[in-house]
């Protein structure tokens, strides 16, 4: 058995790869520890180690660094460069091996995605994994298993969201990046009042990827941002089922912020944004979304 301990972030890319990584170091016989649920201490902790500038999303991954730090040997990181040419990340994504470096002394697993220059996740993987002595075969083996629990676990998500749709209750579509919509610390509130007003709550990233993909496309060709595309793509895909559109981001996001004035031109569901800041009282933004609620009902 290894007794090497690998941590993982419960922030950002966790939400969209957190299940294969998991299941990869674990197959191999790894140690595996993922952060707990964000709170207000882990806020705290990464406020405490951030920049004036960096997003609340950012402050609270590093949050989970902070938590992470005296628990494991090697912190996983995607630094996530690029998906392909139109399918930009947010500069964050970019420089969090850097800033992990810089704010910790931690041994970083920093698997780096650029489809551009061909580096996938898998020959990243491969890469990074050889230096414990691992066969490439076995590495192998538990690429393809950990990939197969990740796409089983999005397939049954996909087919529970998709079905909500045409239920015949009041339905809100909560929209944004994985990282902000799934947070429990940010929209823990907002889903508890929603729950009280009997909305069935439908979620951006849970649609099947090419049909918000061909969705956003009937919105704009040009836009920069994969992540941006997806959730506008869902937007549209759901906008005729859902009765309400809640845009959920953390401030000073300016891709969010460009993207959420231009989508409100465009869809005609009654939409609210959200944006995110002082997580220590949520009072102001409850109260935004009950008048909300209250006008469009």
């Known amino acids: 058995m290894n007794t090497t301990t690998i941590g993982i972030p419960k922030a950002f890319f966790y939400y969209d790869e957190g299940i294969f990584l998991e299941e990869f170091f674990k197959k191999l016989g790894f140690n595996v520890i993922v952060s707990k649920d964000s709170s207000k201490e ?46 930009q990340g947010c500069t964050n994504y970019i420089a969090l091996y850097e800033l ?31 230096k414990f002595n691992i066969e490439k075969a076995k590495i192998k083996q538990a690429y393809m298993y950990a990939k197969l629990k990740q796409a089983k676990y999005r397939k049954e998500q996909v087919i529970n969201n998709t079905n909500k749709l045409f239920t015949k209750k009041k339905k809100i579509l909560l929209a944004g990046h ?12 907002i889903i508890k009042y929603l729950k009280t007003k009997d909305y069935e709550i439908i979620y951006s990233d849970f649609f099947d990827y090419e049909k918000v993909k061909n969705e956003s496309k009937k919105l704009t060709n040009n836009l920069y941002w994969k992540k941006n595309k997806e959730y506008i793509g869902a937007i549209k895909y759901s906008e005729e089922y859902v009765d309400l559109i ?9 891709n969010d912020l460009l993207v959420n004035d231009f989508i409100k031109n465009k869809i005609k569901k009654p939409i609210l944004n959200l944006i995110i800041d002082d997580i220590n009282s949520m009072t102001g933004i409850i109260t935004r979304l009950e008048s909300f609620i209250d006008i469009n009902e």
């Open 246 to 254: 809640l845009t959920i981001s953390t401030f000073p996001c300016s």
């Open 100 to 130: 992990i470096k810089n704010k910790t002394n931690l041994e970083v697993l920093n698997i780096e995605i650029d489809y551009l220059n061909y580096k996938t996740i898998y020959k990243q993987i491969i890469k990074l994994i050889t």
């Open 178 to 189: 994985s990282y902000n919509i799934h947070d429990k610390y940010l929209t823990n509130e």
């Open 42 to 87: 882990i806020y705290d902790m990464g406020e405490k180690i951030s920049n004036d500038e960096m997003c609340t999303s950012l402050k609270i991954f590093l949050g989970h660094i902070e938590y992470l730090k005296d628990k494991c040997d090697y912190i996983v990181n995607l630094n996530i460069n690029n998906y392909g040419l139109c399918d």
